[in-house]
């Protein structure tokens, strides 16, 4: 690590005139964050045009500061209305949202908040030591470590889901029947399409997602009644967000494996911030001691995705401003900024503006930090959203989630679709059936065909003995293996302990 460009980067973000670009875009990040459906994406979009009479530095700063704050204003709206403001939250839903029934929503958004600043600022330690090593990362990853790492992810989702083995496989199967919609990147190959234009380039990924949590939700709240919380659960105390505080380093493993998870994915193209966030978390409950409190409002499910959550976002920058590869969606955008304003990406970038990239990774890390003190300012407030009567809560989201799903892209199948998956969440919710293996099986099922149909064709056919001569491949099948065999250890020592 070179802390004289570390330290110069930060004089130089204080002393330039442009750090208040980062406040400003600390704000559109929140805003964006908790406003469902919309997300980081859309914010950078739309920050494209306002960069073009900007000086470079002003603009990484700006664009850098959105990126950063978006994923803590997307866990407030998952914690308070068991609605994800971007699809990496929606991890976050699973104990923040019970965590909120139980009259504790200040302890889950001081969690989140912390976990977030600190999931940012260990990513960007993390990632000032591995930039100098960056090329050598992200050449160990090639097609079969792809296709090896996304069964990874599936096969430890559906462990994760406790006592509901067969419900998720089967949740998964249908995720991964929707993934498959539409052209075959491979063969050119239509599938499942029917006679709809509009699923020729497969199923929108946000409308699913929006519909899946937010008119789902809104839908169970609606034929509940009252609101959120009870009145016997109504507590508003400050004191719940410094609980949530101090949770967060009396779990400080959680915090660091979360932040690892977030930093590594992060840097991995294609896989992003959705796959970081549930990896994180069922990392958490497969080394937890008591794995069958998550989902009931388990504090250490809010903070381990949240962790990772953060860390990936500076981390993703690796493979866009080193190799031109975008890692997330966010960071393409981002990239398209920086060529924009005539920085190159590619090996060269990090000898010749290496001082501009550790400003924009300072950036991203320092509007993580604001975002969680805004949001640790406002949880009071933002807490007072829960009492609301869903009379006037559900049709208020529903109409700002259909809005925000039909300005993203201008189509109203969005809307439909939207529509359709939330009538579908809401019957997973009603028969039990967990949604985060569908989820995790849409993101990661057109990555899996891909890698699968080019490790291949590389392999010749013999796919089994081009892995065995890749060390990295290796380590990824004896990671799936010991995964498979953890439930069996796990009733071991359930076993164990009773009887003793």
């Known amino acids: 690590m070179d802390f ?42 739309l920050l494209i ?20 704050a978006t994923s803590f204003g997307g866990s407030m709206t998952a914690i308070l209305l068991n609605t994800p403001g971007t699809p990496p939250n929606a991890a976050t839903t699973f104990d923040g949202y019970p965590l909120t029934l139980q009259g504790k929503a200040g302890m889950a958004i001081g ?124 507590k508003t105390k400050l004191s719940g967000v410094l609980g949530g505080m101090r949770a967060v380093f009396r779990h400080w493993t959680h915090l660091l494996r ?26 958490a409950v497969q080394t937890s001691r008591d794995p069958e409190t998550f989902g009931k409002g388990n504090i250490i499910g809010v903070i381990a995705p949240e962790s990772a959550n953060n860390a990936k976002d500076g981390a993703s920058l690796l493979p866009a401003v080193a190799f031109g590869i975008p890692g997330s969606a966010e960071s393409a955008l981002l990239l398209s900024i920086l060529i924009l304003h005539g920085i190159e990406p590619g090996p060269s970038i990090l000898v010749e503006s290496q001082r501009e990239i550790y400003g924009l990774i300072l950036a991203i890390t320092f509007s993580a930090v604001g975002a969680s003190i805004v949001g640790l300012l406002s949880a009071r407030w933002l807490m007072l959203i829960t009492h609301v009567k869903v009379q006037v809560l559900v049709p208020v989201v529903i109409t700002v989630t259909l809005t925000a799903v039909y300005v993203l892209e201008g189509k109203f199948g969005d809307v439909i679709v939207c529509g359709i998956m939330g009538v579908v969440g809401y019957l997973m919710i009603r028969f039990d059936y967990p949604r985060l293996t569908f989820i995790i099986a849409l993101v990661l099922g057109t990555t899996m065909e891909q890698a699968f149909h080019q490790s291949m064709t ?22 799936i293996v010991l995964t498979l065999l953890f439930p069996a250890y796990r009733s071991y020592r359930s076993l164990a302990k009773s009887s003793a």
């Open 458 to 479: 590389i392999s010749d056919g013999d796919m089994v003995s081009y892995v065995v001569g890749r060390p990295t491949a290796v380590v990824l099948v004896v990671l």
């Open 258 to 283: 979360g932040s690892a998870i977030g930093t590594v994915i992060g840097a991995i193209p294609g896989l992003g911030g959705v796959v970081a966030s549930f990896f994180a978390y069922s990392s």
């Open 111 to 234: 969690a989140s908040a912390t976990a977030s600043a600190m999931g940012g600022l260990i990513g960007l330690i993390s990632l000032l030591v591995v930039i100098p090593l960056a090329r050598s990362i992200i050449y160990l990853f090639g097609p079969p470590e792809f296709f090896l790492l996304t069964i990874l992810c599936l096969i430890a989702i559906a462990v994760a889901t406790m006592g509901k083995l067969l419900r998720g496989l089967i949740a998964a199967g249908f995720g991964l029947l929707v993934a498959f919609v539409g052209m075959d990147t491979v063969s050119g190959e239509l599938r499942y399409a029917g006679e709809l234009d509009y699923l020729w380039d497969g199923v929108p990924l946000v409308p699913v997602l929006t519909g899946m949590f937010a008119i789902s939700q809104m839908l169970h709240l609606a034929l509940k009644g009252g609101s959120i919380v009870s009145a016997a659960h109504r």
């Open 4 to 45: 004289g460009l570390v330290s110069g980067a930060l004089t130089e973000l204080i002393g330039s005139g442009h750090a208040h670009y980062i406040f400003f875009g600390v704000l559109v990040g929140l805003t964006f964050g908790v406003v469902p459906g919309l997300g980081g994406t859309t914010a950078l979009a």
């Open 49 to 68: 045009p306002v960069t073009y009479t900007m000086d470079p530095v002003g603009a990484m700063y700006l664009a850098g500061g959105s990126m950063g």
